[in-house]
């Protein structure tokens, strides 16, 4: 050997160390850091999903892969937010374990992914097993399939947090229940381990004092994460383990929803200095929900939310507060109540936190016995008068909800039970009340609802739908409720969309297919006399839209898709998933579709009256009457609020218009046009809207700024809809002179002159009773609020046009009526709060004065 080799040698040798030395060394961080696992299961190789995180495959986790099989899902649900981790499964037929190095003495998160569909055949109803993780049982006869039914979701995540480990190793046990079934399997599609320094500290237990629960050697299951007053924060912009935090609007009780509000600019939020930001991100401090600005109301009732638990466990609920208006102790101090016991007599945030803008959390623990109605858990707060404080007010900015594993180290409940079968509510007055049963599933929903929580609109519809060609009644109160359909026969007949050459007909789902009509294209052809110029009705960048004729008697409008247009396709798809399943008296019905020789067709039920449009400017037809228009925008805005509360996530419209408001035989209003909505509470979707879509005029300004679409963006187009029907002119008008040239700049200008009344249509001159007007300009100029949260919800802006209509019906009486503005809020606040107004003036000194204009608002009837 020379020594050019012995030099050569040495390196290599050198090399060699070296690289070891390094691997050692990255696999001792690994498991002394913060480790995170993000695992595809079933899948060969490493893939990104659509949020661009990447998913390992989880082959050289699994202690002994022999036993398990890897399946793909035979059909991709339209509601999957990504093909990576959901398409593919690990399907075990014996018991199997995953064993995962992470952190020693961290807690431990970790998610389970679920998408149970027939995987290779197998018949997921005969899936029920156990997951075991490091002795936790944390399911346990669990059954994917009849859990995603009772979330009328097709996929979901069950979230966990782990006892630390002294030794570091993660093990995951999945084991069908009953082992001696055949045919029986366990599977999971992803899993996510993230370890990460404790944020559970021993918290009181509620009703006895003194007596705390220890955490250190327990783990948990989340069962809520709620950024209470606030919106949606994805896993991307949360600062710990990737958590999801919902809206918590939905799990509030009766229809006291408090006000919520955001902290101004000079309030600097701020964590303090022993507290660490991976209890919760910033945004969740930033807004919150107080009682309203009035105490006297506010005495009167509890602010309170409800989340459907399971008997016999204790739950750990954290409470996230940051005081971001007064600055003084005593100034709001408030009573929390959990299950109907006093938690905290004299909650004062100032005087826990020292001072505005500083994150405080407290917990509470609460045993839930197995007693009729302990499946809930309620949460309320209410003013504290003991001390006197300046305000009787109360104040939430966020707020968690765990499971505690019991004395055996379970944490598994039993199945839920899909709830029963839905039925549409048109009523008015039940819209704005929903049921028990609504609420309580939405809560699961919203929490173990998978971490891109959107796919529930899809199946909710399904089972409407379905229910009214039953013609199925339930007579449970109200409520969009859930199905019990058959996941498996829904996802076999996908080939009947398959005849097109669009590569796009594959993405139809074949539960849209099935749901409405399938024409041939000779069906149309007949029935528009070959497409003839003289059956055209309207014409949109889609393409034309036809009268035509089917069955050679019912009348419908035919919109036939440009065949040049590209993007047609995409939009013709979503047009057809989301009417397919959205029914309601406000919405056009999507009756069919054809999808034939490359043309794109759908056929809706016809509107004999045509767009709002053509019935208040440059047309030859007779104008409306005030009245007329004022129950137009009201049913408009009835379909808007259905779109983003009636669907268990919210839809959002994106191209509210006065063309797309369109008017039936009998003037009812229905809203159209879904080509461009987009399912909201989705994480995906401030990535997916990066393109502004909708309409000049009528765009959210702070959508076309933040290009984050939310319900609030369709309140905005509402309110520029609002303007138009009262001013008779377009959105925008390049003929006026520059400052006129857009409606709402140009209105809000008149408004604050004082001068709106030049502008308002002629053809109303004479019609309009002043306090209607008055509440009517009111909506319309808060619809437009430059900022999202300032906006009203469409609820608000329903009941305050409903309130207007009132105002206009009672004005034809021919008493004279008195009219002050303190009693205007004052009776819509009652009304809101569905309190006795008796009961609230006694409590008040100085009673504001009853006047008989609106009484009917007082006693809005049944409810
Ligand atoms: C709760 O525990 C009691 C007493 O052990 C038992 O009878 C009851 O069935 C349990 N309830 C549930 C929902 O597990
Ligand atoms: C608020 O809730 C507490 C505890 O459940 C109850 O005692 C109290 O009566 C409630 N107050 C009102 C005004 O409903
Ligand atoms: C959770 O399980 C562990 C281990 O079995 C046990 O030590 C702990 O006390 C349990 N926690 C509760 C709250 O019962």
Not at 687 to 697: L, P
Request: proline letters at 5%; aromatic letters at 10%.
């Amino acid at each position: 050997m020379n020594s050019n080799t012995l030099y050569l040698f040495f390196i290599f040798s050198i090399l060699v160390i070296l690289n070891n030395v390094f691997h050692f060394l990255s696999q001792s961080t690994a498991s002394d850091s913060d480790a995170s696992y993000v695992l595809a299961c079933g899948a060969s190789t490493d893939a990104e999903d659509t949020n661009g995180r990447t998913w390992k495959s989880d082959s050289q986790f699994l202690l002994n892969s022999g036993d398990s099989m890897t399946l793909s899902a035979p059909v991709q649900d339209p509601s999957l937010p990504s093909i990576i981790p959901y398409m593919t499964a690990r399907i075990f037929t014996s018991t199997s374990t995953y064993k995962i190095l992470v952190a020693k003495g961290r807690r431990c998160w970790l998610r389970l992914h679920f998408y149970p569909t027939s995987y290779g055949n197998l018949d997921p109803s005969k899936s029920y097993f156990d997951v075991i993780a490091n002795g936790f049982t944390l399911l346990h006869n669990f059954s994917a399939s009849i859990t995603a039914q009772a979330l009328t979701q097709v996929y979901f995540m069950k979230e966990f947090a782990l006892r630390p480990t002294r030794s570091g190793d993660l093990n995951i046990t999945f084991k069908r229940t009953l082992e001696h079934i055949k045919d029986a399997y366990a599977f999971v599609n992803g899993i996510e381990v993230i370890s990460m320094p404790d944020i559970f500290v021993p918290a009181p237990l509620v009703g006895y004092s003194d007596q705390f629960v220890e955490v250190d050697s327990s783990s948990f299951q989340t069962i809520a994460r709620l950024n209470v007053g606030g919106q949606l924060i994805p896993p991307t912009n949360d600062s710990g383990p990737a958590r999801t935090w919902y809206d918590d609007s939905s799990y509030i009780f009766g229809a006291a929803f408090g006000v919520t509000f955001k902290a101004d600019e000079s309030v600097k939020i701020q964590y303090p200095g022993n507290s660490s930001k991976e209890i919760a991100p910033l945004d969740v401090y930033n807004t919150a929900r107080s009682m309203g600005p009035h105490g006297n109301i506010n005495i009167n009732y509890n602010l309170t939310w409800i989340f459907q638990i399971d008997a016999n466990f204790t739950y750990l609920v954290r409470f996230h507060f940051c005081e971001l208006e007064f600055e003084s102790v005593n100034q709001r101090v408030f009573q929390i109540f959990v299950n109907n016991q006093t938690a905290e007599e004299n909650a004062d945030v100032i005087a826990w936190a020292k001072s505005r803008g500083v994150p405080v959390s407290k917990d509470y623990a609460v045993y839930a016995r197995d007693e009729p109605g302990d499946e809930e858990l309620w949460v309320a707060l209410h003013p504290s008068l003991s001390t006197k404080p300046q305000f009787y007010d109360a104040i939430l900015n966020g707020l968690e909800i765990f499971k505690m594993n019991d004395t055996r180290g379970n944490l598994a409940g039993p199945n839920p039970v899909p709830s029963p079968m839905p039925t549409q509510a048109d009523d008015a007055v039940e819209e704005y009340r929903p049921s028990r049963s609504k609420r309580a599933a939405h809560l699961i929903g919203g929490i173990i609802g998978g971490f891109v929580g959107c796919s529930v609109v899809a199946r909710l519809f399904i089972c409407f739908t379905k229910e009214k060609r039953k013609g199925y009644r339930s007579t449970s109160s109200v409520g969009y409720r859930l199905p019990s359909y058959g996941r498996s026969h829904t996802s076999t007949s996908s080939s009947t969309m398959s005849s097109g050459k669009s590569t796009a007909s594959s993405h139809l789902s074949s539960v849209a297919a099935g749901l409405c009509r399938h024409f041939s294209l000779l069906e149309i052809k007949h029935g528009t006399k070959n497409f003839s110029e003289s059956q055209v009705i309207g014409v949109g960048g889609f393409g034309k839209v036809y009268e035509g004729l089917i069955d050679g008697k019912t009348k419908v409008a035919i919109k036939r898709s440009n065949p040049s247009s590209d993007q047609g396709c995409e939009e013709f798809l979503t047009e057809i998933e989301m009417l397919s399943r959205l029914r309601h008296k406000h919405l056009v019905s999507l009756i069919g579709f054809c999808e034939e020789d490359g043309e794109m067709i759908l056929v809706y039920d016809y509107m004999a009256n045509g767009t709002l449009r053509e019935h208040l400017y440059r047309s030859n037809k007779p104008a409306l009457s005030w009245k007329q228009r004022l129950a137009i925008c009201i049913g408009a805005a009835r379909g808007l609020h259905y779109l983003h509360t009636g669907a268990w996530y919210t839809i959002i419209h994106r191209d509210v218009k006065t063309t797309n408001i369109l008017l039936d035989e009998k003037w009812v209003a229905k809203v159209s046009d879904f080509g461009l909505s987009k399912m909201g509470s989705n994480p995906n979707q401030t990535h997916v809207s990066t393109i502004v879509k909708g309409s000049f005029g009528y765009l959210d300004p702070e959508y076309f700024r933040r290009q984050q679409l939310t319900e609030k963006s369709d309140v905005y187009s509402f309110g520029v809809v609002l303007f138009e029907v009262l001013c008779a002119r377009p959105a925008l008008d390049p003929s006026f002179p520059m400052e006129q040239v857009s409606l709402v700049d140009w209105a809000l200008h008149c408004q604050r002159k004082g001068t709106l009344e030049d502008i308002i249509d002629p053809n109303l001159k004479g019609q309009l009773n002043p306090l209607c007007l008055r509440k009517f300009t009111e909506t319309a100029e808060k619809c437009v609020a430059e900022d999202g949260l300032d906006r009203p919800s469409m609820g608000a802006v329903l009941r305050n046009l409903e309130f207007a209509l009132q105002l206009e019906k009672t004005s034809e009486q021919p008493e004279p009526v008195s009219y002050n503005s303190a009693d205007d809020t004052y009776a819509m606040y009652t009304v809101m709060l569905g309190i006795d107004e008796n009961s609230v003036v006694s409590l008040e000194n100085n009673a504001p004065h009853k006047s008989n204009a609106f009484s009917p608002m007082v006693n809005p009837g049944p409810r």
